[in-house]
């Protein structure tokens, strides 16, 4: 089960701090978001020694990971208005950046920002 939260509303240029919580054994975890009339995207991954992110969040989001927590969180600075969406903590047994290959998604946190 995960147990995302952090979402808010902010203005533009803004940061925000997203946290996930998992029970159970996790193997990688990461962020994913669904913004409206969108479908959903991958945002960022860990799998505790490499990192990815999505090009449009590349240099102002972070991924760090707390395995003795077994917590990710998402560092989100310079947010811009297309930035809002639904964000999803997912986690897998394997790195994917597609969605489908997801094997257990959070309820998700609501992020908007404002110009």
């Known amino acids: 089960q995960l147990q995302a939260s952090g979402g808010g509303l902010v203005q533009a240029g803004d940061s925000l701090r997203l946290s996930c919580a998992a029970s159970?054994?996790?193997?990688?975890m990461g962020w994913f978001r669904q913004a409206p009339g969108k479908e959903r995207e991958f945002v960022s991954w860990?799998?505790?020694?490499?990192?990815y992110y999505a090009n449009s969040v590349k240099g102002r989001f972070t991924i760090s990971r707390d395995t003795a927590k077994n917590m990710v969180y998402l560092q989100m600075n310079s947010l811009k208005v297309e930035d809002s969406a639904v964000y999803f903590c997912a986690a897998a047994t394997a790195a994917t950046t597609n969605p489908d290959r997801i094997d257990y998604w959070g309820q998700g946190t609501l992020v908007t920002v404002s110009s």
């Open positions: 860990s799998t505790g020694s490499t990192y």
């Open positions: 159970g054994r996790i193997w990688y």
